[in-house]
């Protein structure tokens, strides 16, 4: 049958790429006021992973591109407005793109991860783009980047270097994290690690909040945290970067080198990544055993041609983290900086191959992802024997075919496959071994007319869980489950333009999410979290009904979002601990006794609503007062008390001034004031609230040129007052780190000042 498959497989293949017609797409781009010529700037095709730099004559050219086909092109400039617009490269000849001139150069953007990729004025979906640069300077990880940056993205931390994403109030498996087209698999239900994913692989990130069930099935039921990677060069051309940063609070180093390069449509591009810091230090001293150390290699190998493309991805990444095994009473502070990590630590390891295709079939085309990724999570009590050692490996496919474009309506239908297998091979037992399958059918229409956009679509999905039974000294440590799970869901979208500077957009929809293996076989100690867990095979899906609706503004003076949505769940899981319930387990290290705190997984009926938005104004060309805000209340129905682990209410300020200064590109001076709002709304039966508190921060940076390349250089400070506070989503502050003391707890990070680089090079052909 794998042959047969193969076979099929290389059949189609070949008689795509027989049959394809070779086509050029050429055009220029002008100043729209002057009619100059714009050297340098950046025309891309996002569905075909390609751009190009117009030349010194304001230039650009696609070879090998289909000869057929509607596709969005993208035009940036530095100082002007982005342009997005579909072109039918059937009838396109020489394009002129006119730009015009504006102090916010991106605020129509594409957006990729939705069914069909679009500008933003036309996607109805609540999206955010983060772009490369603004995923450099202080931050330990990728998910900490973006919650600096996205209104309605926050952070569940544990110190440094361990993040897991929030959106509106859902985390852990609520969140869909793709890369290279593959939803990352990483046992994503465990508090005490994060995304496997190396933060500056990123081209730009795309954050979609609300519910996407529609096109990624069961987990994306808070939103989708979309990974982009750098768009092959130009024929001919390699392109190169490396940065690197220095943060004094923890002696974080960071260094990335890529190379990538593009040889008659034969592209190839490679990465590899390094951090490494000591124990963060708090206001109150070093918090013991905290450092971490990670290595990241990624890489591509492909072919684009005017029939598509084929893209080979991999990545090997690897994080090393130090924890403080701390009880009430001991001291949690120290002085030492050292890079050594002692026990216990924790090793994760994260292969991934991802096969990415994008077959060209006149004005159809068929995106297939293939994926096969393999996670390893060791914790390390006292030796460098594993005493907890989960191995999952999982396979996975999506396919999704877009039809020709009949009277305006865009239609895809799209089939999803994966099969995962996690087996224990440590001494110590919290999961049992399972297998997951999943597969799942949709399909969606999109039209668009005058300044109107309607989209809708169904899907439907089959998730079976299988946990192993297993004993133990012949004591039944899992009893085993065999959960099957199936569900329907829907989603409507609509947006309007009033005008080139006034858009609406909206969406209603229901989504589901099935249980994972954790909540449904628990049953041992959480190291990383000191609680003993205690799973249920009985829990249903849970079952969203979801709306929102946001108003987007932006003309020169002032550019802003404000949304607002409303979530109701049903069947709402989360693992609570009641009335002090405790479990005795035996330490094998000591033969002693320890008690832990039982939390058992349960289900309520819960509702979360809340809004956010940003709002920017420019007084005059070189001065931005930027700022960002959110909020959401979250309830648990069905005991009338506040639901765990949601963000307190946050407002960012941002004032940046950029004059123009000889001899200096991008020159900037900001200042900002990070304000976060008391979190009393919180579940009394195994938290305590959050005090407000704010921070601030400072930057400045500028590119200056060493022969024909531009080099980047910036320093940021970060609660420069070192102010002492605990996060509302911190793992480590009282109340979360131990039940039996609430006042235990670690501050989050002091003072931080980071300098750093960035220098892309390459040639221009």
């Not at 260094?255 to 034969?266: D, H, I, K, R, Y």
Request: with cysteine; charged share 15%; net charge neutral.
């Amino acid at each position: 049958m794998k042959l047969k498959l193969i076979s099929c497989f290389l059949f189609l293949f070949i008689q795509i790429t027989a049959f394809a017609d070779v086509n050029i797409i050429k055009g220029k781009v002008i100043d729209a006021k002057t009619n100059e010529t714009l050297i340098g700037a950046v025309v891309s095709i996002p569905d075909l992973h390609v751009s190009v730099a117009t030349n010194a004559n304001g230039e650009f050219t696609f070879r090998s591109v289909p000869a057929t086909g509607k596709y969005v092109m993208q035009v940036q400039y530095l100082s002007y407005k982005t342009i997005t617009r579909v072109v039918d490269f059937y009838s396109a000849t020489a394009l002129v793109f006119a730009m015009e001139t504006s102090v916010v150069e991106a605020r129509e953007v594409v957006i990729t991860g939705t069914p069909i990729t679009s500008s933003s004025k036309n996607n109805s979906t609540s999206a955010s783009v983060v772009s490369k640069e603004q995923l450099q300077g202080a931050s330990t990880n990728l998910i900490d980047a973006l919650a600096r940056q996205v209104p309605g993205l926050g952070q569940i931390s544990t110190g440094q270097g361990i993040s897991k994403p929030v959106i509106r109030g859902l985390s852990y498996n609520r969140v869909v994290t793709l890369s290279d087209g593959v939803k990352q698999q990483g046992q994503q239900f465990g508090d005490e690690h994060g995304i496997e994913i190396d933060q500056f692989q990123a081209e730009r990130v795309e954050v979609l909040r609300g519910a996407a069930s529609l096109m990624y099935g069961s987990d994306a039921l808070g939103g989708v945290i979309n990974v982009i990677d750098p768009p092959s060069p130009p024929e001919g051309n390699i392109k190169g970067e490396i940065l690197s940063n220095y943060s004094t609070n923890s002696g974080l180093i960071n260094t990335s080198l890529m190379l990538t390069g593009n040889e008659s449509g034969f592209v190839w591009r490679g990465r590899g990544s390094y951090q490494n810091a000591h124990s963060f230090n708090t206001p109150a001293g070093y918090y013991a055993n905290s450092g971490f150390n990670q290595t990241d290699f990624n890489g591509m190998l492909g072919v684009n041609k005017s029939w598509g493309y084929s893209h080979l991805n991999f990545s090997y990444f690897k994080s090393n983290i130090g924890f403080f095994d701390a009880e009430p009473g001991d001291n949690l502070y120290s002085n030492s900086t050292s890079r050594t990590l002692d026990y216990p630590k924790q090793d994760i390891r994260h292969y991934k191959l991802a096969f990415n295709n994008n077959f060209i079939m006149g004005g159809s085309s068929l995106k297939l992802d293939i994926g096969f990724q393999k996670n390893q999570r060791r914790e390390l009590a006292d030796s460098p024997v594993p005493s907890l050692f989960f191995d999952l490996n999982t396979y996975s496919l999506d396919a999704k075919y877009y039809t020709h474009e009949v009277n305006g309506w865009h239609p895809v239908i799209g089939f999803s496959a994966s099969l995962g297998h996690s087996v224990n091979k440590g001494v110590e037992l919290l999961v049992p071994a399972y297998d997951e399958y999943s597969t799942g059918a949709f399909g969606y229409v999109k039209k668009t007319w005058d300044q109107n956009t309607f989209s809708a679509g169904l899907r439907i999905d089959y998730i079976q869980n299988k946990g192993k039974q297993q004993n133990v000294d012949g004591t039944q440590v899992f009893s085993g489950f065999d959960n099957k799970f199936s569900n329907l869901s829907g989603a409507i979208g609509y947006t309007h333009a009033f005008s080139d500077a006034l858009n609406f957009k909206a969406n209603a929809g229901t989504a589901f999410r099935a249980p994972n293996p954790a909540e449904l076989g628990s049953n041992g100690v959480h190291e990383g979290t000191s609680r003993y867990e205690i799973g249920n095979g009985e829990l249903a899906p849970e079952r969203s009904y979801q709306a929102d609706a946001t108003l987007e503004y932006g003309s020169g003076f002032v550019t802003g979002s404000f949304g607002i949505y409303e979530n109701y769940i049903h069947n709402y899981i989360y693992a609570s601990n009641t009335n002090n319930e405790q479990i005795i387990v035996t330490d094998e290290a000591t033969g002693l006794p320890r008690g832990y705190d039982a939390y058992r997984y349960g289900q309520v009926n819960a509702s979360l609503y809340g809004f956010e938005g940003n709002l920017t104004l420019h007084p005059v060309s070189f001065l931005h007062f930027e700022n960002t805000f959110s909020y959401t209340r979250a309830q648990n129905r069905s005991f009338d008390r506040p639901l765990p682990l949601i963000p307190a209410g946050v407002l960012h300020n941002t004032l940046r001034f950029e004059p123009k200064v000889k001899g200096i590109r991008d020159f900037y001076l900001s200042a900002g004031i990070d304000n976060f709002f008391k979190q009393t709304r919180v579940d009394a039966t195994f938290e305590t609230p959050a005090d407000a508190y704010t921070l601030l921060n400072a930057g400045i940076g500028a590119t200056f040129k060493i022969g024909a390349q531009a080099l980047k250089v910036y320093v940021s400070g970060n609660n420069l007052t070192n102010k002492r506070y605990y996060d509302a989503l911190s793992r480590l502050r009282p109340g979360r780190y131990s039940q039996e003391d609430p006042t235990f707890g670690v501050y989050n990070p002091g003072r931080n000042i980071t300098f750093g680089f960035y220098l892309p090079f390459g040639t221009n052909k």
